[in-house]
Nanobody, 121 residues
Framework: QVQLVESGGGLVQPGGSLRLSCAAS????????MTWYRQTPGKERELVAQ???????NYADSVKGRFTISRDNAKNTVYLEMNSLKPEDTAVYYC???????????????WGQGTLVTVSS
């Protein structure tokens, strides 16, 4: 079975930086799009950044110029580099990936467990 494991969350001061990682493991033939979402109590889940299988990226307006999404296909890992962090960035961040577990098999949606990012002085 395919699993996503996130890491890198924690407490950081406003203006600071943090890098999140999400590694896929298990039965993996290929991975298409990989996406970071976040959710704060009282707010709906929102898309933060996405990178397609071809390397194209998409960002929420609120993080453009501050966050960078990247991937290492050899490691089946996606990263989210977060700079100039603001208190409003505080949220649980979730990783999502489209994974084909076997050759010729359809892509499956897989979610990570989430990692908490707290931006506070």
């Amino acid at each position: 079975q395919v699993q996503l494991v996130e890491s890198g969350g924690g407490l950081v001061q406003p203006g600071g930086s943090l890098r999140l990682s999400c590694a896929a493991s298990g039965s993996i033939f290929s991975i298409n799009a990989m996406t970071w979402y976040r959710q704060t109590p009282g707010k709906e889940r929102e898309l933060v950044a996405q990178i397609t299988g071809g390397g194209s990226t998409n960002y929420a307006d609120s993080v453009k110029g501050r966050f960078t999404i990247s991937r290492d296909n050899a490691k089946n890992t996606v990263y989210l580099e977060m700079n100039s962090l603001k208190p409003e960035d505080t949220a649980v961040y979730y990783c999502n990936a489209e994974v084909a577990p076997h050759q010729g098999y359809r892509y499956l949606e897989v979610w990570g467990q989430g990692t908490l990012v707290t931006v506070s002085s």
